[in-house]
Each structure stands twice: as C-alpha cells, then as structure tokens.
C-alpha cells in the first residue's frame, strides 16, 4: 500500500515541533504512511495551529507533557533541534511512546547514550535519510553479496559548510556548526555502507574545504571530502563505493551506476562492449515524466524511507536494524573525532 488512506493499521502520532522541514517534508510524507497524525506540539503556538488547521488535527499543545497527559498516542515525531532531542526523547520513552527523531539527535555523543538508556523496548529510529535512499539500500545489498563485497574503500563528496577550528571549544560549549547539521549526512551514508568506524583524521583546508579520512573497524577505508564553497543549488555530491572488482557511484542521491567489469587484457582487448548482459554497468535512475512516487524527492532521499521503516517498526513490534540509537552514537563519534583531530589520528576508543 502506498497511501495513508489505504492502511487498515495505523499509529497514532503527534508532531513536536512543526517548523520548516517538518512543514515542507514530514508532515507532507505522513500521506504515504499508516499514521494518524493526532497532535501537534510546537513552542509556537500559532505554528502547531495553523499547521493543526491545515491538516484536520484537533489536538494542539505548546508542551509535550500536556499533549502526553491528554492524547491517546503510540508515537512522536521529534523535529526540533539537536540541543533539544535528547530531552525531549527521554520524555517520550517515559511516557511509554515510540520515537522517530529527526538528525541530528544530539550534540554529543554521550546524550545518545542516555537515550538508549531510557529507551527500554521502545521503538526508537533517527532520521538519517541517507540511509534510507534507495540508492543506499542497493550499495549494501551489492556489497554484501560475496561476489561483490564486503566494501574496501569508499569516497565521499559532499558540498558542506566548514569545519569548525577549535574543536574542544564547539565540543564544550556545544556550539552550532554545519559539521553537525549536516556533517552528518555523508557520514551516515559512509557508515551505513561501512560499519563502525575506528578512527578519524580530519585536515581542514586553509582556503575552505576539509578531508576526513575514516577508517573502519573492518579494515575499509574511507574520504570524505568536504566541498564547502560548491554552490548548494546544483549537485556536488556523490560517493564511490569499491567492493572486489567492482564499483558503485551515487551521484546526486539519484543515478546509481554498479560497474561489474568486462573480461579484459590490458592492451590486448579490443572492444569495450562485450558480448552477453553480464558485463558492464548496471545504472538504475528515476524518470521524471510521469507524475509518480518513485521519482519523487520525499522518495528518492529516503525521508519516506525512514519514516516508512519506524512504522513498520512499531507496528510490527520489531527492534529497529538501520538508524538505531547504537548507530547514532557511532555516527556522533565520528563527528566528535572530527572536531578534535586537526589532523591528527583520533582513535574513537581513546576518546570514549
Ligand atoms: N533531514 C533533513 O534533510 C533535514 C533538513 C532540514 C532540517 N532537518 C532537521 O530538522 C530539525 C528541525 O529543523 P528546522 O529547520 O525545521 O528548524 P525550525 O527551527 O524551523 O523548527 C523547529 C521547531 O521546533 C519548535 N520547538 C523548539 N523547542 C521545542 C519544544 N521543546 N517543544 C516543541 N516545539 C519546540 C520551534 O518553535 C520550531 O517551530 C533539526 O534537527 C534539523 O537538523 C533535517
């Protein structure tokens, strides 16, 4: 089923914190997921109404406890802030709610761990839409096939702001820094293809940009350039992923190209073409004539994704595998290392 009038089953959910990406994405991808929306929270009274109004929802609060006290929910949707997550998720646990919460989920990596101490058997799912894109999905699927995989090593690309230089000051006083906010969106990506990661060397560019060199737990390796001065409005970013005589390429979130080879002799082949279909690249791209989901951006960048996969979830009664707490806390470690290698080798166990 793909619309939410279709599903028999639904969870009921409140909204906290209505502002600009929850009213320009979440609350439009609720129509193709079995929800109903019940609540809205935002400290913003006029906000919630007016979005309340818009969407047929009777229950508005400008407090989270008051909407917990008066409304039959199963879950919450957190889209505030990261200063503002971690609070805000314990309370929904304590309330006996199921979290689905918007990246970043925190400033630091030890508020996670928090989380996850409260979480119990509560569903709980972050909103690290990388993960989620179809795109994604289809790197892991190929690099965990023993043909192709496991992933060796892998670069990304992403059109990022910079990266901040007194990384124990951002760190202690929790600064607001776009390594953060969206630093976090390409090491998503990386992890979720790559698994944890053990240590980080990040060199800042002394005209703008940074490279961090991340390397695995399992032994793959991993760049993540940091374009920061690419204009935002035309794509910059994609990600080169080697598995074992092949390569996969993410560019714009959107074309995926799975290189497979053909049989090949340096200066003896003469034909790049080979017979048969099982040589050569497989490239999957969405068309964008038909007016239709798949090629839709609440689609193609995983927000439906994520948030498809929580319900799911939570009406399946099942433990989340992809965008876990646990998965949060390792991605935040990265971040934090980030912040504090200036070019320095930083071992995430030498800075739990
Ligand atoms: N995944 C993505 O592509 C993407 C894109 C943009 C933003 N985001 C994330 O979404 C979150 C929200 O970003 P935004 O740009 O919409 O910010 P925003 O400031 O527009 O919205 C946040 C809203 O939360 C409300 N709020 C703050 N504290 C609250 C509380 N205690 N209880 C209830 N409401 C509260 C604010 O009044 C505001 O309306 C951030 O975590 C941001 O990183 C994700």
Redesign the pocket.
């Known amino acids: 089923m793909s619309y939410q009038r279709d599903f028999e089953r639904r969870i009921r959910i409140g909204l ?10 979440l609350l439009p991808a609720l129509h193709y997921l079995p929800v109903t929306l019940t609540a809205i ?4 009274l006029e ?2 109404q007016s979005a309340a109004r818009e969407y047929g929802v009777k229950g508005v609060y ?3 406890s008051e909407m917990y006290a008066n409304e039959e929910l199963d879950a919450v949707l957190l ?4 200063q ?2 971690p ?2 998720a314990c309370e929904a646990f304590e309330a006996g709610l199921h979290v689905w ?4 989920p925190a400033t630091r990596a030890y508020q996670v761990r928090a989380m996850i101490e409260k979480r119990r058997d509560r569903v709980c799912v972050v ?3 990388k993960v989620f894109m179809p795109s994604a999905r289809k790197v892991v699927e190929i690099m965990s096939d023993p043909k192709y995989g496991p992933v060796q090593n892998m670069l990304g690309i992403y059109p990022g702001g910079p990266v901040p230089a007194d990384g124990e000051q951002t760190l202690r006083d929790q600064v607001p820094n776009d390594w953060l ?2 630093g976090v ?1 390409p090491v998503s990506m990386m992890l979720g293809v790559g698994g944890p990661v053990a240590a980080v060397t990040m060199h800042r560019g002394r005209r703008s940009g940074s490279v961090c060199v991340l390397e695995f737990e399992n032994g793959c390796i991993g760049t993540l350039h940091i374009a920061t001065g690419a204009a935002a409005s035309q794509p910059a970013e994609r990600y080169l992923f080697v598995g074992r005589g092949c390569h996969v390429e993410i560019e714009n979130s959107l074309r995926l190209t799975f290189q497979r080879g053909i049989p090949y002799r340096y200066g003896v082949t003469t034909n790049y073409i080979s017979e048969g279909f099982d040589h050569g690249a497989i490239v999957w791209e969405p068309q964008n004539h038909l007016s239709t989901l798949e090629n839709k951006s609440l689609f193609t ?1 995983g ?1 439906y994704g994520e948030l498809k996969y929580f319900c799911d979830c939570v009406l399946e009664e099942r433990k989340p595998e992809l965008g876990t707490l646990e998965f949060a806390y390792d991605v935040m470690r990265v971040y934090e290392a980030g912040l504090l290698s200036d070019a320095q080798r930083v071992e995430l166990a030498a800075i739990e």
Do not use: W
């Open positions: 906290v914190g209505a502002g600009k990406h929850a009213y320009r994405n929270c935002d400290l913003d906000r919630a400008q407090k989270t889209c505030v802030s990261p503002a997550h609070e805000l919460m918007e990246k970043p909103g690290f839409k906010a969206n969106h960048q927000i």
